[in-house]
């Protein structure tokens, strides 16, 4: 069992096995209390005055208490995000991650433009770990990627993967989550699709372009196609070689 275990951790690809493991240290520390989550949470007042700029970071860590939700999460996390980096990004670890950080930018400027706007702003000042938000990001994406694909929820009804996120809001409401953090990261994720996949079908212009930097920072394989050995092909009749 811990073999099996330890090998399908290590068949994770690089991105998603160290974001799964940056987030299960965190929130297991913070259980135990070796980590506190008054130095994680997000603060902008904190951000800006007292230059405590790894908050703008640690919030997509934790994962709160480890309940069901918790878990759920976790399970989210460790599959869409895998689906993600070994189908869609394939090869393209960089712009993976460039879609992670667009996620946690627009994440993080809706609540704090959320902050500040009158009616609202107590909403959004209860929101201070975008870390559900980001996996819910994650999960709307490849949804969109793969709407046709036939999903069952719990063995009790089936539905395409278009439906997905609306699914899991359903659920997550019902378990007595804040909605508000689920649709966050629906917005964040249709912004993504919208410029990453739609905008430039319509205008032949890509305005998310990974930077050269992160580009840099992954010597991504080629993607190969494997051809089985000892084939041969048929010569072309020869009719067909020396045909007008």
């Not at 991650?97 to 959004?124: K, N, Q, R």
């Not at 694909?149 to 997550?172: C, E, K, N, Q, R």
């Amino acid at each position: 069992m811990a073999q099996a275990v330890e090998e399908w951790y290590k068949q994770m690809p690089i991105i998603t096995r160290s974001y799964l493991t940056a987030a299960v240290v965190t929130t297991v520390g913070c259980s135990l209390d070796i980590i506190s989550p008054y130095n994680l949470y997000l603060n902008p007042t904190l951000v800006v005055k007292q230059y405590q700029y790894w908050r703008l970071v640690t919030n997509f860590l934790y994962f709160r208490k480890m309940d069901l939700d918790f878990m759920f999460h976790m399970f989210f996390l460790a599959r869409y995000c895998k689906l993600l980096e070994e189908n869609s990004f394939r090869g393209k670890t960089a712009d993976f991650l460039y879609m992670l950080l667009f996620g946690a930018t627009v994440l993080t400027g809706i609540v704090l433009i959320g902050g500040m706007i009158p009616y609202l702003s107590a909403s959004f000042a209860k929101i201070i770990f975008l870390s559900n938000s980001l996996t819910f990001m994650m999960v709307y994406v490849w949804s969109k990627q793969n709407p046709y694909i036939h999903m069952s929820f719990l063995g009790l009804f089936t539905f395409t993967a278009a439906y997905l996120p609306w699914v899991l809001l359903g659920f997550s409401t019902l378990v007595g989550a804040s909605a508000w953090v689920d649709l966050l990261g629906m917005i964040a994720g249709h912004a993504y699709y919208f410029l990453a996949e739609v905008y430039p079908r319509m205008t032949n212009r890509r305005p998310l372009k990974t930077p050269s930097f992160l580009k840099a920072l992954f010597a991504d394989e080629p993607v190969v196609v494997a051809r089985p050995e000892n084939v041969r092909f048929a010569a072309a009749p020869f009719d067909q070689i020396h045909q007008d």
